[in-house]
């Protein structure tokens, strides 16, 4: 009896041992699946730590572009819910787009994107909505976001239409033709509806724009799902 509860015991011992293994491989087969489902189109990256020379200034920039990729995500939809020191850390962002649809930088869009738009940052960039100044302009900074998407987007083959370029001060270690003006002032939506940037999904397949904030570098990856 004590031989048929020892061998029982041991074939137990052994099955245990067998299963582990195969569980942590079939999540990682999981894991092989949904990274061999997705495509890399195009990635661009931009460091936060040198958006410009006066040290103040670069500081605002950086808080004022990770701000709105925070209002774009929904974890902040109004200003007493701004956690300075949550949005400097380490963060992933993404906006998925359907073949067709559109992602604009602003929801002041030109007319020919409204049938197509599904996401903007859902930010206007101004003192009311919490955005910082460097004595210039509240939400001084965004407009090296939009450029960066821009950048990553067209790299990508994605169709972008940046109407105003930002000849009027270059965007540090960013291809000159990318450099995409921002401006929102609500109301007045002549200016506002070209100084912004749209991206639509000409794919035959969803796509995301993935962005990733470590508090000192921003990546933007641009993925197609199979």
Not at 34 to 62: I, Y
Not at 65 to 79: C, N, R
């Amino acid at each position: 009896m004590k031989n048929i509860l020892l061998t029982f015991i041991l074939f137990l011992v052994a099955a245990l041992s067998v299963g582990a293994p195969m569980l942590q491989t079939s999540e990682a087969a999981v894991a092989h699946d949904v990274r061999e489902k997705e495509t890399l189109l195009g990635k661009q990256e931009m460091s936060l730590e040198n958006r410009h020379r006066v040290s103040s200034v670069n500081a605002v920039f950086r808080d004022n572009m990770l701000l709105t990729l925070w209002y774009m995500s929904g974890k902040v939809e109004k200003p007493s819910a701004i956690d300075w020191d949550a949005i400097r850390k380490s963060a992933t962002f993404t906006v998925t787009l359907k073949p067709g649809e559109t992602f604009a930088f602003h929801d002041d869009i030109l007319p020919k994107y409204a049938g197509t738009l599904v996401q903007t940052t859902n930010a206007h960039f101004n003192q009311q909505e919490g955005f910082l100044t460097d004595g210039l302009y509240y939400g001084d900074g965004v407009c090296h976001l939009a450029s960066l998407i821009t950048w990553a987007a067209t790299d990508a083959g994605l169709a972008v239409y940046a109407p105003v370029r930002h000849d009027f001060a270059p965007v540090p270690a960013m291809p000159r033709e990318y450099g995409t003006s921002i401006y929102v002032n609500p109301g007045v939506s002549s200016g506002d509806q070209m100084q912004n940037t749209y991206v639509t999904n000409n794919q035959d397949a969803t796509v995301k724009l993935v962005f990733v904030s470590t508090g000192k570098n921003l990546t933007l990856e641009v993925v197609k799902v199979k």
